[in-house]
């Protein structure tokens, strides 16, 4: 099987509000792909080039823009964006906030294949079109709606705050430690969006001490246990990777593309209480994310001693510290360590999130596959900037993007060939 590349990509600043901008949907597309194209070192008249031989395809992947923005048919409508996408075949892809990792699945294989060259990903989700609690009622049809999203303010909070508190049951935690290291994964994220010029919170206060004072006026509690700071941010934005095979790759004189090594996929039962039914008797709190981080390390030939830097998906904080024993930092039920020694910060031996993840650097749901992704590249490419970890000596980075509580399970190992 052929490796898949990749050339590069980029995103917007998610820090901007579209629709007080007055752009809609083509202004965001066109932003997001002129510049990931420039960043490949791709311009539209080698896709039309490219297309003439059928060797570039276009991956979208977006949640729920039919909710958002009232408009569907998401892959052929990148053909607004520009005439160069005239005939070039193109689909939406959509697992909730996991939507753009399935594009980016599909793009691989098609390149692993040997069906394209060139593979053009997009993620995208303007999600400030509308109120924060109309926002919550559409974001709950990543769960399961009647049962989990119907009729509730702000559902999404209030699943992973039963993470929260399934997480304290089940390995019978000190509930003060723990609260305490979720306000630590907080005050990281914040401190590391600092340093990245596209991160939504980049302006933003937060602190330990701030993030563990919730309920209070300033850290108001949102979903159980959890409070403002432990969440990830509603955001608009897009994120574009450029994929190539081995033959573009000599055809270019390309030199030390970063090459996907690896990838896993699971999908655990969609209600929250069937997931904690099942995993019950299992020592992991979601073991399908753990055997979507297993099924990656083994189809790339690695571990986690060779991983050196990660990408999480932290809409919660909650969700962020599950995923430090799946990655296999610590053990279940240890996470804690791995938090208060410093192991997962920015200058630790195994930092997460460098970007400011998904609560420093913004959460456009069907964008964070792909900026996750985006982001594992450029550290390994040493093209991070000032996020940049281990003075760009990172030779494979993982990323993990999970839709609705943790039912749709995507990872990706990205590394130096």
Not at 148 to 163: T, V, Y
Not at 227 to 244: E, H, K, P, R, Y
Request: charged residues 25%; neutral net charge; hydrophobic residues 40%.
């Amino acid at each position: 099987m052929n490796n898949a590349y990749i050339l590069g990509g980029a995103q917007t600043d998610f820090e901007r509000n579209w629709t007080k901008e007055g752009k809609n949907v083509v202004g965001i597309l066109k932003e997001a792909l002129t510049d990931g194209l420039n960043d490949a070192g791709i311009s539209y008249e080698d896709i039309i080039s490219l297309n003439k031989d059928n060797r570039v395809a276009c991956y979208v992947g977006n949640f729920i823009a039919e909710q958002y923005i009232s408009q569907g048919h998401l892959g052929a409508f990148i053909t607004e964006v520009s005439p160069a996408f005239y005939g070039v075949p193109c689909a939406r892809y959509e697992a909730a906030c996991a939507s753009s990792s399935v594009a980016l699945d599909a793009a691989i294989t098609k390149i692993q294949n040997g069906d394209y060259d060139v593979a053009v990903v997009i993620g995208w989700e303007l999600m400030k079109t509308v109120d924060s609690k109309v926002g919550g009622d559409i974001l709950g049809r990543a769960a399961y709606y009647e049962k989990e999203g119907k009729g509730i303010d702000f559902p999404f909070p209030k699943l992973f705050g039963k993470l929260a508190d399934e997480t304290i049951k089940k390995y019978n935690l000190n509930e003060k430690r723990y609260m305490s290291a979720l306000a630590q994964i907080s005050n990281i994220n914040y401190a590391n969006a600092k340093r990245n010029s596209m991160a939504q919170t980049r302006k933003w206060f937060m602190s330990y001490e701030q993030a563990n004072m919730r309920g209070t006026a300033t850290n108001m509690l949102v979903g159980g246990r959890l409070a403002t700071s432990d969440c990830s941010q509603v955001t608009d934005g897009a994120a574009v990777v450029i994929l190539c095979s081995k033959k573009f790759i000599e055809e270019r004189k390309i030199e030390n593309a970063p090459v996907v090594k690896g990838y896993g996929h699971r999908v655990a039962p969609m209600r929250f209480d069937k997931k904690m039914e099942e995993s019950k008797d299992n020592k992991y709190i979601l073991p399908w994310t753990r055997q979507a981080v297993l099924d990656a390390y083994r189809r790339s030939g690695l571990s986690i001693d060779d991983i050196d830097v990660f990408e999480t998906h932290d809409c919660f904080t909650s969700s962020e510290y599950a995923a430090i024993s799946a990655f296999g930092i610590t053990g279940p039920g240890e996470e804690w360590n791995a938090v208060e020694d410093g192991t997962i910060a920015f200058d630790g031996t195994k930092p997460i999130n460098p970007s400011g993840g998904l609560i420093g650097c913004g959460h456009p749901v069907g964008a964070s596959g792909a900026r996750m992704f985006l982001d594992i590249y450029k550290q390994v490419a040493g093209k991070a900037g000032k996020y940049q970890v281990k003075n760009g000596e990172v030779n494979n980075a993982l990323m993990l993007n999970i839709g609705g509580s943790a039912t749709t399970n995507y990872v990706f190992i990205v590394g130096k060939e």
